[in-house]
C-alpha cells in the first residue's frame, strides 16, 4: 500500500495527465494552422516533415481501428489527421504546390486509406509499418529541425503547437513509466520529447519580432 498502490496519488497524477494529454492533442495543430493562415505563408515549415507526419498518424490509426481497438483508447489520431489535413493543405497552397501532382498522390492516398480501412488490403501489412512509426515520426522532427535551422526565419511555425508537442510527449513518458514500463514506448516518447523541445527551441529564436 502507499502512493504507489492503484489509489495512491502517483496514479491520480498520471490519470489527469492522461486527459489533459488527450484535450491538447486535440487542438495541437490549430495554432500552427492559424499562423499559417494569418501570415499566408509556410516559411520554415518543412513540406516533406509534414507529409511523413501524416503518413505516422495515417498507420498508426488505421491500426488501431483494423484491430479493433476501443475509438477511446486512439481517439486523438483521427482528430490529430483532420487537424492536419488542413495544415497540408495550407502549407501546399501557400508553397505553390497544389498542383496536378499533388492531386495525384491525394487520390493515391485516399485509395489506400480506404483499401486497409475495408480490409481490401491484408491488415498484416500494416502490421509490418507499424514499428516505422518511430523512426518516421523522428525524421519528421528532425526535417522540422533542419528546415528552421537553414532558413534561420521560424515566423510560420507556432510555438504554442510545438510547445504542446513537447508537454504531450513528456507526460507520456510519466504515465508509461507508471503504467507498463514499456523500453520501446519509453524510448519513443523519450526521442519525440528532445526533439520537440529542440524545434520549440529553435522556433523560439529565431522568432522574428512583428513588424509595426
Keep these: 500500500m502507499g502512493l504507489l498502490d492503484d489509489s495512491g496519488i502517483l496514479y491520480v497524477i498520471a490519470d489527469v495527465l492522461s486527459i489533459v494529454t488527450i484535450a491538447s492533442c486535440l487542438v495541437s495543430k490549430v495554432p500552427q ?40 483508447s486512439y481517439l486523438e489520431y483521427p482528430i490529430l489527421l483532420v487537424q492536419e489535413y488542413v495544415l497540408v493543405y495550407y502549407v501546399l497552397r ?37 514499428p516505422f512509426t518511430t523512426p518516421v515520426g523522428a525524421t519528421s522532427k528532425v526535417m522540422q529541425l533542419i528546415a528552421i535551422l537553414r532558413s534561420k526565419d521560424s515566423q510560420s511555425v507556432s510555438l504554442i503547437t510545438w510547445g504542446i508537442s513537447a508537454f504531450t510527449n513528456s507526460t507520456r513518458i510519466y504515465t508509461i513509466m507508471l503504467d507498463s514500463g514499456d523500453k520501446m514506448l519509453l524510448a519513443n516518447f523519450g526521442i519525440s520529447t528532445v526533439l520537440s523541445t529542440s524545434v520549440l527551441l529553435a522556433a523560439w529564436y529565431y522568432k522574428k519580432p512583428k513588424k509595426d
Aim: charged residues 10%; glycine residues 8%.
Design 94 to 130: 501557400y508553397e505553390s504546390l497544389l498542383g496536378k501532382r499533388a492531386y495525384q498522390w491525394t487520390a493515391i492516398y485516399v485509395a489506400v486509406f480506404v483499401g486497409f480501412a475495408t480490409t481490401l488490403i491484408p491488415a498484416s501489412i500494416l502490421m509490418m509499418l507499424v
Design 33 to 72: 494552422i492559424q499562423t499559417v493562415r494569418g501570415l499566408q505563408s509556410a516559411k520554415g515549415l518543412s513540406v516533406n516533415g509534414l507529409l511523413m507526419e501524416l503518413c505516422s498518424y495515417t498507420v498508426t490509426m488505421l491500426y488501431n481501428y483494423t484491430n479493433g481497438y476501443a475509438f477511446l
